[in-house]
């Protein structure tokens, strides 16, 4: 069965300083896999997508996200946090007809 | 161009009751999704549809729910009976593809009391 694994419920960083957001994956076939940010109160905004090609991909708001299909893993990662990037992170991932989401970590940036 | 709209926004309901929540997708999106959300938490997803075939429905928790979704575009989820367990956000998407990414609703807050 396809599941979606966010190790941390939180992450906390100080501004200016590089996050990381970790997401593993188990699926059966070639994966598509998706980050998806929720500010609060707000609706979900899709951030990047891994579907094929180049295992690092480059999103919104200066995110990037590394395909390890060996150590099956979709990590978020920004060089350098802002107090804004602070929100909820939900990492899913695509394989046939299911559509499987992370339990979601939220990140808070510090000032 | 126009999100996905949901409505209502809000709905406060009595245990028991039925309710209807409304999906408005994205113009030319074939795939739509429903979730449930709890406070806090993750995603539970409920149904799929794609295009005119038949929705996946193994995520609808009991037969309480339902949803259906007309022409190939509005959809609605049905809950008959509300119960307390039945409170959280309800969440609509849809995408271009079932490979493509999902655009999200507001959602609908339904607090069974």
């Known amino acids: 069965a396809q599941s979606v694994a966010q190790p941390e419920d939180q992450v906390n960083v100080a501004e200016g300083n590089p996050l990381t957001v970790k997401c593993t994956y188990s699926?059966?076939?070639?994966?598509?896999l998706f980050w998806y940010v929720q500010y609060p109160n707000r609706g979900l905004q899709f951030l990047l997508k891994y579907i094929t090609g180049d295992n690092l991909v480059k999103g919104s708001y200066g995110f990037e996200a590394e395909f390890n299909k060996s150590q099956t893993s979709f990590h978020l990662k920004k060089p350098s946090a802002l107090v804004s990037d602070s929100a909820l992170y939900f990492c899913a991932v695509r394989a046939g007809q299911n559509f499987v989401f992370g339990p979601g970590t939220r990140l808070s940036v510090l000032p | 161009g126009a999100g996905v709209s949901q409505s209502p926004s809000n709905k406060v309901t009595e245990k028991g009751k039925d309710v209807e929540l409304r999906c408005d997708p994205i113009?030319?999106?074939?795939?739509l999704y429903w979730y449930r959300q709890s406070l806090g938490q993750g995603l539970e997803f409920l149904i799929y549809f794609q295009g005119n075939s038949a929705p996946d429905k193994s995520g609808l928790p009991s037969d309480r729910f339902s949803a259906e979704r007309t022409g190939g575009s509005v959809s609605t989820l049905t809950i008959q009976r509300t119960q307390q367990e039945d409170s959280a956000v309800y969440l609509c998407a849809s995408s271009f593809t079932t490979s493509s990414e999902q655009y999200f609703g507001p959602g609908t807050r339904l607090t069974v009391t």
């Open positions: 113009s030319g999106h074939t795939a």
């Open positions: 699926v059966s076939g070639n994966p598509y």
